[in-house]
């Protein structure tokens, strides 16, 4: 599924910058850019899973973490290019700093992935998930589902699942380390309300749209 009906031409990049968010904590204001992903952006990726260090980003973080990180981190980004899914790349001062991948099925959306990174040693990005749940819910109630479903690594590093409750979603099953989620349209809206005190999330013109090269935008 691509959120925006394009014919791509043929060349090494084929992402579209779609959304910002922005934030302010602290009195530190910052912004995200959302940027949907094709599978002419497959060599970005590959460059993006070898430049990604995160035993030199979380150095403090015990190596049991640290694969299980990387393994979710892998699974994203192989599933962002993915032809049935939409891909979404989060960057901040044009560093990438998070992968989504969810597909509309028709029971419902489903969340394949989400995986979010530090920029700085020891220093998570604040907000990064919640902004990319932000893309997710706004492209969500564009539709005519009724819910969304994931599932989450109860043994992963930060808790997820526990993050995910506070946005509304509710275990519906699991086993083998991994616990079924789901949230109903209605508990979207609501959190959509909440995260709006957070986030004020800007949706860019669809005739504004344009193709970004991602090797030039992340050269720094």
């Known amino acids: 599924m691509r959120i925006h009906n394009i014919t791509y031409p043929q060349t090494p ?3 579209v910058h779609i959304a910002n968010a922005t934030n302010t904590i602290n009195n530190k204001k910052t912004t995200f850019e959302f940027y949907e992903l094709s599978k002419n952006d497959l060599p970005f990726i590959k460059k993006l899973k070898m430049s990604v260090n995160f035993e030199a980003l979380m150095p403090k973080m015990n190596k049991n973490d640290i694969d299980i990180w990387k393994t979710i981190f892998d699974i994203a980004a192989n599933q962002v290019t993915e ?3 939409t891909g979404i790349l989060e960057t901040i001062n044009q560093m990438p700093c ?3 991948a969810f597909s509309e099925k028709l029971n419902g959306y489903s969340l394949d992935t989400i995986c979010t990174w530090p920029i700085e040693p020891n220093k998570k990005v604040p907000l990064a998930g919640k902004s990319l749940f932000s893309v997710l819910f706004n492209e969500f109630l564009k539709s005519n589902s009724k819910k969304i479903e994931l599932d989450a690594v109860s043994y992963s ?3 997820p699942a526990a993050k995910y409750s506070q946005l509304g979603f509710k275990q519906t099953g699991g086993e ?3 616990i079924a989620m789901r949230i ?3 508990d979207v809206l609501k ?12 949706t860019i013109n669809t005739q504004e749209f344009k193709e970004i090269n991602l090797f030039e935008l992340t050269k720094k």
Do not use: H, Q, T
């Open 157 to 159: 590093p930060f808790s």
């Open 98 to 100: 998070g992968l989504m």
């Open 184 to 186: 109903l349209r209605e």
């Open 176 to 178: 083998n380390g991994i």
């Open 83 to 85: 032809s049935r899914k």
């Open 13 to 15: 990049f084929g992402a």
């Open 191 to 202: 959190s959509v309300d909440n995260l709006n005190k957070l986030i004020k999330l800007k």
